[in-house]
């Protein structure tokens, strides 16, 4: 078992920075890969980035390039999403989530084990 807490988000001005947190719990493997993931009212859930808990390696959405950063603190047991230059569009709830044995850096939600119970994030223009 793996349970997730998310942190960090609220509200923030167009421009602005955030940076939230996912506080991991329980047995991770050396094939964890680690997700972030996004959604916004009336619309799907979205990948945003994810890291490999062992190599950190790394993944984004293109919609988020050269604007977020996915990291990892082994001593912390924890993962990061550093958000600047936020938009509007960025406004959702941002959840966390582990995918225990990955074979791939999977984009795609099913493809996760475990999540988080998710955080607001509100840019306001």
């Known amino acids: 078992q793996v349970h997730l807490v998310e942190s960090g988000g609220g509200l923030v001005q167009a421009g602005g920075s955030l940076r939230l947190s996912c506080a991991v719990s329980?047995?991770?493997?050396?094939?964890?890969?680690m997700g972030w993931f996004r959604q916004a009212p009336g619309k799907e859930r979205e990948f945003v980035a994810a890291i490999t808990w062992s190599g950190g390696s790394t993944d984004y959405a293109d919609s988020v390039k050269g604007r977020f950063t996915i990291s990892r603190e082994y001593v912390k047991n924890t993962v990061y999403l550093q958000m600047n230059s936020l938009k509007p569009e960025d406004t959702a709830v941002y959840y966390c989530?582990?995918?225990?044995?990955?074979?791939?850096?999977?984009?795609?939600?099913?493809?996760?084990?475990?999540w988080g119970q998710g955080t607001q994030v509100t840019v306001s223009s």
């Open positions: 989530a582990a995918d225990l044995r990955a074979t791939v850096v999977a984009t795609k939600s099913r493809m996760y084990d475990y």
């Open positions: 329980g047995r991770t493997l050396s094939s964890t890969v």
